[in-house]
């Protein structure tokens, strides 16, 4: 008897994340983004920046509904969004503390501005970040080409809303 491959949703999410990797010519291991300096660490960096988006599109390219993993989970979503960030463009100031998110950068780059640095973090093409807890931060592309994004993140019952956007 020939042994079932059982795979879960979770599972099947991360080989999703890892075929957009590998589409986008990407290596399997990406590197690590863009880090704030250890001397530039900080609770107080930069502060509140823009609070609209500029210049940037942001498509749902799929969803799982997350309530099948338990009670802790329910109303829960997983997404993944595809960003295009034109030059000059901004993902305005926004919070991480209830939406955990991975960021891929497929091409071009854009630079971070983050309430745990006192510097700007440019991130390009190739690099993931991962984005929780305590930080807020605003992204601009500040290059000559558009820079496009692959973010995974959990939307908890409450976020479902037009704000959670970003």
Request: neutral net charge.
């Amino acid at each position: 008897m020939k042994p079932v491959l059982k795979i879960d949703r979770m599972s099947l999410a991360a080989l999703a994340f890892a075929a957009v990797v590998l589409g986008a010519g990407l290596p399997a291991a990406s590197a690590m983004a863009g880090e704030c300096p250890a001397d530039q660490v900080t609770e107080d960096g930069m502060k509140p920046g823009p609070m609209m988006p500029k210049g940037v599109s942001d498509s749902v390219v799929k969803t799982i509904d997350l309530s099948s993993k338990g009670e802790a989970w329910k109303g829960s979503m997983l997404r993944m969004r595809k960003l295009v960030v034109q030059p000059g463009g901004i993902v305005p100031w926004h919070s991480h503390e209830m939406r955990p998110a991975n960021i891929l950068i497929i091409s071009g780059s854009i630079t971070e501005y983050s309430s745990t640095c006192k510097v700007p973090i440019l991130h390009k093409k190739g690099e993931v970040t991962a984005e929780f807890g305590h930080l807020s931060h605003w992204w601009k592309n500040n290059g000559k080409a558009s820079a496009v994004l692959y973010s995974s993140d959990i939307l908890s019952p409450e976020m479902h809303t037009d704000d959670a956007a970003m």
